[in-house]
């Protein structure tokens, strides 16, 4: 099956990640997050689910710090792979998940300290970058 290397509407191409496969599976054999951030800190799937985790706990504080970072993590990564500040970062492929959990993350912990503007703009962001994505991790 061809790839899709162009949008339809003459917008930038999707943006994909590199996958690293250290990092993602340690984290799908359940090593612990704190583990896999300190081995791979540029990795926003460790970042994500430290949040993730963080947020579940009552944590908001600290699910805001593990989210942003991850946030600025996963940017620095698409702007190595090419993307120019805006455009498709699928959520199909499975590499971009990290950054775009972590932008979900950024923006739940936002909303949850009284952020609303960047709440805001993390939803948008999402919405903007994947559809699937603010689908998939609708709450």
């Known amino acids: 099956m ?3 290397t162009q949008n339809l509407l003459g917008g930038p191409p999707p943006t994909e990640l590199p996958d690293n496969t250290e990092a993602r599976t340690a ?3 359940g090593v612990d997050p704190i583990e896999v951030a300190a081995r791979h800190p540029d990795y926003p ?3 994500a689910e ?3 985790r963080a947020f579940a706990k009552g944590s908001v504080i600290d ?3 593990y989210a ?3 946030y600025h ?3 620095d990564q698409l702007r190595r792979a090419g993307w120019k500040g805006h455009g498709p970062i699928p959520w199909e492929h499975a590499p971009n998940r990290g950054f775009l959990r972590a932008l979900n993350a950024l923006g739940r912990a936002a909303a949850a300290i009284g952020e609303e503007d960047e709440a805001e703009r993390c939803k948008a962001f999402l919405r903007d970058s994947s559809a699937a994505a603010a689908e998939a991790l609708a709450q």
């Open 2 to 4: 061809a790839r899709m």
């Open 27 to 29: 984290l799908e054999n």
């Open 45 to 47: 799937g460790a970042w």
């Open 50 to 52: 430290l949040a993730d």
């Open 63 to 65: 699910s805001y710090a």
């Open 68 to 70: 942003r970072t991850g």
């Open 73 to 75: 993590r996963g940017l």
